[in-house]
Nanobody, 130 residues
Framework: QLQLVESGGGLVQPGGSLRLSCVVS???????????IGWFRQAPGKEREGVSC????????EYQPSVKGRFTIYRDRPKNTVYLQMNSLKAEDSGVYYC????????????????????WGQGTQVTVST
């Protein structure tokens, strides 16, 4: 079945940058173009929230307001990888970051609602602190 593996988390100082990777594997007859990919995060004591997402065809992206202008989501189709470039990091960006996939065979839809996603990675820890 579909597998998602996140990497790239770590400890950074406020104002620093980090790039997260989500490698997707286990395709059957489909491919990455048929999956919307979302990034979510969860801080201690808080609900998991949507951060950013990208459609299967790569034409549609969304960002939650608090990260817009600082984060960028993009994909490398040959590597079956979706990245989240995070710049100007703040302490409130800390948390466990998860990537998730939603089967969208026409590649023209994406959203940031948790219930829309069927497959999830194990998460990678991001800590922004001095």
């Amino acid at each position: 079945q579909l597998q998602l593996v996140e990497s790239g988390g770590g400890l950074v100082q406020p104002g620093g940058s980090l790039r997260l990777s989500c490698v997707v594997s286990g395709f059957g007859l489909d491919n990455l173009d048929e999956y919307a990919i979302g990034w979510f995060r969860q801080a201690p004591g808080k609900e998991r929230e949507g951060v950013s997402c990208i459609s299967g065809n790569g034409d549609i992206t969304e960002y939650q307001p608090s990260v817009k202008g600082r984060f960028t989501i993009y994909r490398d189709r040959p590597k079956n990888t979706v990245y989240l470039q995070m710049n100007s990091l703040k302490a409130e960006d800390s948390g466990v970051y998860y990537c998730a996939a939603d089967y969208t065979p026409y590649g023209d839809y994406v959203g940031l609602k948790r219930y829309e996603y069927d497959h999830w990675g194990q998460g990678t820890q991001v800590t922004v602190s001095t």
